[in-house]
């Protein structure tokens, strides 16, 4: 069940943040003529400002959240692995500060007159961080490997729009099924199921990462670890000591590597939001997003030139074994649960970072209208009055209550909410709530 939509808080003690490279690259548009392919033009010096003096020491110190599982692109899961793979890898198309759509290790590309071939034109400087060429190849590989049922991806769905892919990830196809091929070293032809028109945007996802094909063969599941992992990116990984920090430092092998500005990157790995912001006040971290929520205005108040609030297309939510008993077949009682809790007083009070409440999945967006359940509209004492119908109806009341468990990863903020949550359900419904914490 949705609760709210994200906004993304972070803190930058310099604000001015040098990008690793520079000189990055923006569409000039979109084509779908094949004498008309896609290319790159200057997208000007990204960086510091006119006069901005940078520190003679380029080493970046950012507080990363949870410890990643994995740096394999194809296997790691949540935000904290994604930033640090976001450093080691090129994707072929990359997002610009301003959230254009920019040429990455693809210099061109063009679409087919049906929507449903893309031909990507490589350029001819990328290198692996050993100094091999990044090929045509290399990607065919790292998309089959993705999609290989083998590979156990929990994102696998992002790449589903390409020709098979579903099928190889259910184990009906082989991966050498999958509509993509090198033809030649610099040009790689992806093939759709059909006309996907969001489908350059997936490919900045690190399940369209590539890997480095001799590597994984040599090391297997080793091969995304310090001294053997070779990427394509700006940086490259130094050194991994679980439950501290991860370090990255500059790839001298990358095509922008004399216009990356920060040499040294280290990612901690800190869950609590006041070790994090006690560290930030103490100098030892320029960035993070990890930002206690009970200290929220006072930041705002006395670090206000280091507050920044962007928008973050993403939604928290609980979700429900509705596998098993006591929610399979239980609609009615899942929706209980769901017009019990008070968002308004979640966003409001609770949160208070600029959240919004989510009736639905999917925020209002550009070219969308939010759908959104006609309860959400009624006032609380209706929308109580119908949950407790529905929990009654599903045989629970005060002499036979519902027994549940929630689980939650370790952060006081998540446990504050869950508290909450659990409250609103005792108080509208009778609900005993057990509360677990999880790493």
Same mark, same amino acid.
């Given at each position: 069940?949705?609760?709210?939509?994200?906004?993304?808080?972070?803190?930058?003690?310099?604000?001015?943040?040098?990008?690793?490279?520079?000189?990055?690259?923006?569409?000039?548009?979109?084509?779908?003529?094949?004498?008309?392919?896609?290319?790159?033009?200057?997208?000007?010096?990204?960086?510091?400002?006119?006069?901005?003096?940078?520190?003679?020491?380029?080493?970046?110190?950012?507080?990363?959240?949870?410890?990643?599982?994995?740096?394999?692109?194809?296997?790691?899961?949540?935000?904290?692995?994604?930033?640090?793979?976001?450093?080691?890898?090129?994707?072929?198309?990359?997002?610009?500060?301003?959230?254009?759509?920019?040429?990455?290790?693809?210099?061109?590309?063009?679409?087919?007159?049906?929507?449903?071939?893309?031909?990507?034109?490589?350029?001819?400087?990328?290198?692996?961080?050993?100094?091999?060429?990044?090929?045509?190849?290399?990607?065919?590989?790292?998309?089959?490997?993705?999609?290989?049922?083998?590979?156990?991806?929990?994102?696998?769905?992002?790449? *589903?729009? !390409?020709? &098979? #892919?579903? +099928?190889?990830?259910?184990?009906?196809?082989?991966? =050498?099924?999958?509509?993509?091929?090198? @033809?030649?070293?610099?040009?790689?032809?992806?093939?759709?199921?059909?006309?996907?028109?969001?489908?350059?945007?997936?490919?900045?996802?690190?399940?369209?990462?590539?890997?480095?094909?001799?590597?994984?063969?040599?090391?297997?599941?080793?091969?995304?670890?310090?001294?053997?992992?070779?990427?394509?990116?700006?940086?490259?990984?130094?050194?991994?000591?679980?439950?501290?920090?991860?370090?990255?430092?500059?790839?001298?092998?990358?095509?922008?590597?004399?216009?990356?500005?920060?040499?040294?990157?280290?990612? *901690?790995? !800190?869950? &609590? #939001?006041? +070790?994090?912001?006690?560290?930030?006040?103490?100098? =030892?971290?320029?960035?993070?997003?990890? @930002?206690?929520?009970?200290?929220?205005?006072?930041?705002?108040?006395?670090?206000?030139?280091?507050?920044?609030?962007?928008?973050?297309?993403?939604?928290?939510?609980?979700?429900?074994?509705?596998?098993?008993?006591?929610?399979?077949?239980?609609?009615?009682?899942?929706?209980?649960?769901?017009?019990?809790?008070?968002?308004?007083?979640?966003?409001?009070?609770?949160?208070?970072?600029?959240?919004?409440?989510?009736?639905?999945?999917?925020?209002?967006?550009?070219?969308?209208?939010?759908?959104?359940?006609?309860?959400?509209?009624?006032?609380? #004492?209706?929308?109580?009055?119908?949950?407790?119908?529905?929990?009654?109806?599903?045989?629970?009341?005060?002499?036979?209550?519902?027994?549940?468990?929630?689980?939650?990863?370790?952060?006081?903020?998540?446990?504050?909410?869950?508290?909450?949550?659990?409250?609103?359900?005792?108080?509208?419904?009778?609900?005993?709530?057990?509360?677990?914490?999880?790493?």
């Amino acid at each position: 069940m949705p609760l709210h939509y994200f906004v993304y808080p972070s803190m930058n003690r310099h604000r001015v943040t040098a990008l690793a490279a520079a000189g990055l690259l923006v569409l000039a548009g979109c084509s779908n003529d094949n004498q008309s392919p896609v290319k790159a033009r200057d997208y000007g010096q990204i960086g510091g400002e006119s006069g901005t003096e940078l520190a003679t020491d380029q080493v970046l110190h950012k507080g990363n959240g949870a410890e990643p599982q994995t740096l394999d692109p194809h296997r790691a899961q949540g935000v904290p692995a994604g930033n640090i793979l976001r450093d080691l890898y090129e994707p072929l198309v990359m997002e610009a500060p301003d959230g254009e759509l920019i040429a990455g290790a693809a210099e061109s590309w063009v679409l087919s007159d049906d929507g449903r071939v893309y031909t990507f034109t490589l350029r001819s400087d990328g290198r692996w961080s050993n100094g091999d060429p990044v090929t045509a190849g290399d990607w065919a590989y790292s998309l089959r490997r993705g999609l290989d049922p083998a590979t156990l991806s929990v994102y696998s769905g992002i790449l *589903y729009p !390409i020709k &098979n #892919a579903a +099928a190889i990830n259910r184990g009906e196809l082989p991966p =050498e099924e999958l509509g993509v091929r090198a @033809i030649d070293d610099l040009t790689l032809e992806i093939t759709l199921e059909n006309p996907t028109p969001f489908f350059l945007g997936l490919l900045n996802h690190s399940m369209a990462y590539p890997v480095h094909p001799p590597s994984v063969v040599e090391h297997g599941e080793r091969f995304a670890r310090p001294g053997k992992l070779i990427s394509n990116g700006a940086y490259v990984l130094k050194d991994w000591v679980v439950q501290s920090h991860i370090e990255l430092a500059r790839n001298e092998q990358y095509r922008e590597n004399t216009a990356t500005r920060i040499n040294q990157v280290f990612y *901690y790995a !800190i869950e &609590n #939001a006041d +070790a994090v912001f006690a560290r930030y006040r103490a100098d =030892e971290l320029d960035f993070t997003t990890t @930002i206690p929520i009970r200290q929220l205005e006072f930041i705002k108040t006395s670090l206000p030139g280091d507050y920044v609030q962007s928008p973050y297309l993403g939604v928290y939510y609980y979700g429900l074994n509705t596998t098993k008993a006591p929610f399979k077949g239980q609609p009615g009682l899942r929706k209980a649960l769901s017009m019990a809790i008070d968002r308004e007083i979640i966003t409001d009070k609770l949160s208070g970072a600029g959240e919004l409440p989510a009736y639905g999945w999917v925020p209002a967006v550009q070219g969308y209208e939010q759908q959104q359940p006609e309860w959400a509209t009624w006032t609380r #004492a209706e929308r109580h009055a119908e949950a407790r119908r529905l929990y009654k109806e599903a045989g629970y009341n005060d002499a036979n209550p519902l027994v549940l468990e929630i689980l939650y990863n370790t952060s006081q903020d998540h446990k504050r909410l869950a508290i909450a949550i659990s409250s609103m359900w005792k108080q509208v419904l009778g609900v005993e709530t057990q509360l677990l914490n999880q790493e």
